[in-house]
């Protein structure tokens, strides 16, 4: 037998299976999706099984070890990654580990449980309940795997310094008890006098704790065979404490047409994508609870994807209330240990909904239902990082590998989603109006400029300031965002003009007074306090602009008495501190809930009547061509959290930009009025969604090199592409270095371009061992 191997090395020209001979003890037990150690040059390292031919080859080198006896990857999810690789260009053993918990990729100890009292492999075991995987010969494997699948043993890794399995010792009267009692052993006697009363096994820390038991006579029992331990893992549940439960809300009519047209869809397997396009409160969740309920009644499973941790202890608490520990939760809020444990209950199948953020589209279900994507417009479903994915695409390619419905819902749909809503690529449902029925926020926009004609300075419009007065005294919430962090957002010297800036990136020093440093927000350098200019040495240095800390003092000298809850990343560092203040702020622990975008979606909080949006420019000035749809986006979002459950409810928002179309409609809670609008704007730019875009950036340490190297791509790509597409660059972007690195960035646009997968991989090739980088984008958020 032949295996192909993909190995653990991010080089292009290794990004291909390479064959192994199967050991023939082996034979009976390697599968696709497993982790195994191979001959490689020199050394061995770690490779996944991606492929077994029934053939033989005495040529080959051997397979050393395998390091999975379960298969660590469905064969599902190994297609999936051999996909995933060549659309985004991306290295195939980079998407296969993108698909697995940090605890599999992590330095660990393997351990095999036993997890009955039956007498399998004596010879390891021989009275202990575990013992070091390393320990098992490799003549056993395929009796190891056997007893796995049997429920009798299992397999855990023990990740050093991060991670320890929990699991609990019960303990029980063996069947031969009574072969070995000394009559004259009083403690021994109780023991076994307690556990007959005893129906069920007990713990082995209760049975010590109630009897008064020492170690040594508990191992006297143990050791004479009076008594058996029996060991149950112990999963960790970051959310074993949430109590209470969710009312069935009853479905209004758009509700109940949009939720029995998914519902049939499913049932009669058509594979369709549904964009449900509802307003903000229009009871998008109800409909995905229910949804999914009909799911597991039909004997299947569902994933729900959310955009970012804040939105998640809502979501979660709705969910484990409708369907308590059928529910896993995978996002990067876990600790090591709780997402692991999350993964195995996946991949045991006792589990039928995940939710999560973007990686728990690889969540390892079997037998995929419906994949619901709320908020599918945002830009946290797309990752940054090798590989380039992007979760929407994803959940279609695994919804037709299990001839499942895909869900994708929004107040604000992407241009693209809607877009093929309107072609009937996607069957659009739309809900229109709140499932409390209550009204929308009056909302009206605020001319800063005029503020400040009439000398208000502050970041808070009369207005604003005069209904947040109003809102105090009625003992209701408000909501205030500001999509920047910080205190000063720079500072500038007066005297000599200097702006202190990062020494590794082009781009100023956010001041944070709180810690009293000096950050750049990119690349995490920080320095401390300064009093005087390093150019000038002068004494008149001055922080420019507001960021979420400087907003906060500012609140509280405006209205003495006030309590203020601040999120942003300088406030939610540490686990669980976005559940803490979400809950403070539903607890009226707070009368303002201050924060960046992650308070903008999906909160909802019942006396919340006052929403202010203190700069809606902020990403308005942003050079790149979705500026407009992603403040449009913003700011009807934040002003959907207000008058949920009330009606009068207001929202002010703040702009130096008051007849921009993106704000003026936000304003007016008009979606298809901005469409249509920036879709003209698109067709005219040649921007998506009437064009593909794909980003090439070139990094270099040296800017000349990079840009020379980008030229030269730039003439490969005219002479191997088509007339049709349209390539701009390479051209420097608003920030060109960033961590000593200098970047620039080619883009193309295409409609269909054939030679386009081919001419990108033949760049990879040409550039793998030069030390300029390349780094390839197919689904590209932002231009640089």
């Given at each position: 037998?032949?295996?192909?191997?993909?190995?653990?090395?991010?080089?292009?020209?290794?990004?291909?299976?390479?064959?192994?001979?199967?050991?023939?003890?082996?034979?009976?037990?390697?599968?696709?999706?497993?982790?195994?150690?191979?001959?490689?040059?020199?050394?061995?390292?770690?490779?996944?099984?991606?492929?077994?031919?029934?053939?033989?080859?005495?040529?080959?080198?051997?397979?050393?070890?395998?390091?999975?006896?379960?298969?660590?990857?469905?064969?599902?999810?190994?297609?999936?990654?051999?996909?995933?690789?060549?659309?985004?260009?991306?290295?195939?053993?980079?998407?296969?580990?993108?698909?697995?918990?940090?605890?599999?990729?992590?330095?660990?100890?393997?351990?095999?449980?036993?997890?009955?009292?039956?007498?399998?492999?004596?010879?390891?075991?021989?009275?202990?309940?575990?013992?070091?995987?390393?320990?098992?010969?490799?003549?056993?494997?395929?009796?190891?795997?056997?007893?796995?699948?049997?429920?009798?043993?299992?397999?855990?890794?023990?990740?050093?310094?991060?991670?320890?399995?929990?699991?609990?010792?019960?303990?029980?009267?063996?069947?031969?008890?009574?072969?070995?009692?000394?009559?004259?052993?009083?403690?021994?006697?109780?023991?076994?006098e307690y556990m007959l009363t005893l129906n069920e096994p007990i713990l082995k820390n209760q049975l010590l704790k109630y009897l008064n038991l020492s170690n040594s006579t508990y191992k006297t029992l143990l050791d004479k065979q009076i008594i058996e331990e029996i060991v149950n893992e112990v999963y960790r549940d970051p959310y074993s404490n949430y109590e209470g439960s969710f009312p069935r809300h009853k479905m209004n009519d758009e509700q109940e047409f949009a939720y029995t047209e998914i519902v049939n869809s499913i049932k009669e397997a058509q594979?369709?994508?549904?964009?449900?396009?509802?307003?903000?409160?229009?009871?998008?969740?109800?409909?995905?609870?229910?949804?999914?309920?009909?799911?597991?009644?039909?004997?299947?499973?569902?994933?729900?994807?959310?955009?970012?941790?804040?939105?998640?202890?809502?979501?979660?608490?709705?969910?484990?209330?409708?369907?308590?520990?059928?529910?896993?939760?995978?996002?990067?809020?876990?600790?090591?240990?709780?997402?692991?444990?999350?993964?195995?209950?996946?991949?045991?199948?006792?589990?039928?909904?995940?939710?999560?953020?973007?990686?728990?589209?690889?969540?390892?279900?079997?037998?995929?239902?419906?994949?619901?994507?709320?908020?599918?417009?945002?830009?946290?479903?797309?990752?940054?990082?090798?590989?380039?994915?992007?979760?929407?695409?994803?959940?279609?390619?695994?919804?037709?590998?299990?001839?499942?419905?895909?869900?994708?819902?929004?107040?604000?749909?992407?241009?693209?989603?809607?877009?093929?809503?309107?072609?009937?690529?996607?069957?659009?449902?739309?809900?229109?109006?709140?499932?409390?029925?209550?009204?929308?926020?009056?909302?009206?926009?605020?001319?800063?400029?005029?503020?400040?004609?009439?000398?208000?300075?502050?970041?808070?419009?009369?207005?604003?300031?005069?209904?947040?007065?109003?809102?105090?005294?009625?003992?209701?919430?408000?909501?205030?965002?500001?999509?920047?962090?910080?205190?000063?957002?720079?500072?500038?010297?007066?005297?000599?003009?200097?702006?202190?800036?990062?020494?590794?990136?082009?781009?100023?020093?956010?001041?944070?007074?709180?810690?009293?440093?000096?950050?750049?927000?990119?690349?995490?350098?920080?320095?401390?306090?300064?009093?005087?200019?390093?150019?000038?040495?002068?004494?008149?240095?001055?922080?420019?602009?507001?960021?979420?800390?400087?907003?906060?003092?500012?609140?509280?000298?405006?209205?003495?008495?006030?309590?203020?809850?601040?999120?942003?990343?300088?406030?939610?560092?540490?686990?669980?501190?976005?559940?803490?203040?979400?809950?403070?702020?539903?607890?009226?622990?707070?009368?303002?809930?201050?924060?960046?975008?992650?308070?903008?979606?999906?909160?909802?909080?019942?006396?919340?009547?006052?929403?202010?949006?203190?700069?809606?420019?902020?990403?308005?000035?942003?050079?790149?061509?979705?500026?407009?749809?992603?403040?449009?986006?913003?700011?009807?979002?934040?002003?959907?959290?207000?008058?949920?459950?009330?009606?009068?409810?207001?929202?002010?928002?703040?702009?130096?930009?008051?007849?921009?179309?993106?704000?003026?409609?936000?304003?007016?809670?008009?979606?298809?009025?901005?469409?249509?609008?920036?879709?003209?704007?698109?067709?005219?730019?040649?921007?998506?969604?009437?064009?593909?875009?794909?980003?090439?950036?070139?990094?270099?340490?040296?800017?000349?090199?990079?840009?020379?190297?980008?030229?030269?791509?730039?003439?490969?790509?005219?002479?191997?592409?088509?007339?049709?597409?349209?390539?701009?660059?390479?051209?420097?972007?608003?920030?060109?270095?960033?961590?000593?690195?200098?970047?620039?960035?080619?883009?193309?646009?295409?409609?269909?371009?054939?030679?386009?997968?081919?001419?990108?991989?033949?760049?990879?090739?040409?550039?793998?061992?030069?030390?300029?980088?390349?780094?390839?984008?197919?689904?590209?958020?932002?231009?640089?």
């Open positions: 037998m032949i295996a192909e191997v993909i190995v653990d090395v991010k080089v292009k020209n290794v990004n291909r299976p390479f064959s192994y001979s199967v050991p023939e003890i082996f034979k009976e037990v390697i599968e696709l999706g497993m982790r195994v150690k191979v001959p490689f040059g020199s050394r061995e390292i770690l490779g996944y099984v991606v492929n077994l031919k029934n053939e033989e080859n005495e040529d080959l080198k051997m397979i050393s070890d395998l390091l999975d006896i379960t298969p660590s990857l469905t064969e599902e999810l190994l297609k999936l990654a051999i996909k995933m690789a060549e659309e985004t260009s991306s290295f195939l053993i980079s998407c296969i580990q993108a698909m697995l918990p940090a605890a599999i990729k992590a330095k660990y100890v393997k351990k095999v449980i036993k997890l009955t009292n039956q007498d399998v492999l004596i010879q390891y075991f021989n009275k202990k309940n575990e013992v070091d995987f390393d320990m098992i010969a490799k003549s056993d494997y395929a009796l190891v795997k056997k007893l796995i699948n049997s429920g009798d043993l299992d397999i855990i890794y023990e990740v050093k310094d991060k991670l320890k399995i929990k699991y609990d010792t019960y303990v029980l009267l063996s069947n031969h008890f009574s072969e070995h009692i000394n009559k004259n052993a009083k403690k021994q006697t109780e023991v076994i594979e369709e994508v549904f964009l449900l396009h509802g307003i903000t409160g229009s009871g998008k969740t109800e409909i995905y609870l229910n949804v999914i309920e009909d799911v597991i009644h039909l004997g299947r499973e569902a994933i729900m994807l959310v955009p970012e941790i804040s939105l998640t202890p809502q979501i979660v608490k709705r969910f484990k209330a409708r369907f308590g520990d059928l529910v896993a939760v995978l996002h990067s809020g876990l600790s090591l240990g709780e997402k692991y444990d999350e993964w195995r209950k996946i991949r045991s199948k006792t589990i039928k909904v995940v939710v999560g953020a973007r990686s728990a589209v690889f969540a390892p279900l079997t037998n995929i239902g419906i994949i619901i994507i709320d908020e599918e417009h945002e830009s946290s479903y797309k990752q940054d990082e090798m590989p380039k994915y992007h979760a929407v695409e994803v959940a279609k390619d695994r919804a037709k590998n299990h001839h499942a419905t895909v869900i994708l819902g929004s107040a604000t749909p992407s241009l693209e989603s809607y877009a093929r809503a309107i072609k009937k690529v996607y069957h659009l449902l739309e809900l229109t109006k709140r499932a409390t029925n209550s009204n929308l926020p009056h909302a009206e926009i605020v001319n800063m400029t005029e503020e400040h004609k009439y000398g208000n300075l502050s970041i808070v419009s009369d207005k604003l300031y005069k209904a947040i007065i109003d809102r105090l005294s009625k003992n209701e919430q408000i909501i205030l965002l500001l999509n920047r962090r910080g205190y000063d957002n720079f500072l500038m010297c007066r005297s000599c003009g200097y702006t202190v800036m990062c020494k590794n990136c082009d781009i100023t020093l956010t001041y944070h007074k709180s810690t009293k440093k000096l950050k750049c927000h990119y690349c995490g350098y920080e320095e401390t306090e300064i009093s005087k200019c390093p150019k000038c040495g002068g004494e008149h240095l001055k922080g420019f602009g507001y960021g979420t800390e400087k907003v906060e003092e500012e609140l509280y000298n405006l209205f003495p008495g006030v309590r203020i809850i601040r999120m942003d990343v300088d406030t939610t560092g540490n686990k669980g501190d976005h559940e803490r203040l979400l809950e403070a702020f539903e607890h009226k622990e707070a009368d303002i809930l201050l924060g960046t975008q992650m308070i903008a979606k999906g909160l909802d909080f019942e006396d919340v009547t006052l929403v202010g949006v203190l700069s809606a420019d902020t990403v308005l000035k942003l050079p790149d061509y979705k500026s407009s749809e992603k403040t449009f986006q913003l700011v009807t979002q934040v002003a959907g959290r207000a008058g949920r459950h009330k009606d009068h409810s207001d929202v002010f928002i703040q702009t130096y930009n008051p007849e921009h179309y993106s704000i003026v409609l936000a304003a007016e809670n008009n979606y298809k009025g901005f469409f249509n609008q920036e879709m003209k704007l698109r067709k005219i730019g040649k921007y998506v969604p009437y064009y593909f875009m794909t980003q090439i950036v070139v990094t270099d340490e040296n800017f000349s090199e990079a840009m020379k190297e980008a030229n030269k791509i730039v003439q490969y790509l005219i002479a191997n592409l088509s007339n049709e597409v349209i390539i701009l660059g390479p051209v420097v972007p608003q920030i060109k270095r960033v961590n000593n690195v200098f970047q620039t960035q080619i883009i193309i646009k295409y409609k269909h371009e054939p030679n386009l997968k081919k001419a990108l991989e033949n760049i990879l090739i040409t550039y793998n061992n030069k030390k300029v980088n390349i780094i390839i984008d197919m689904y590209p958020n932002f231009l640089l």
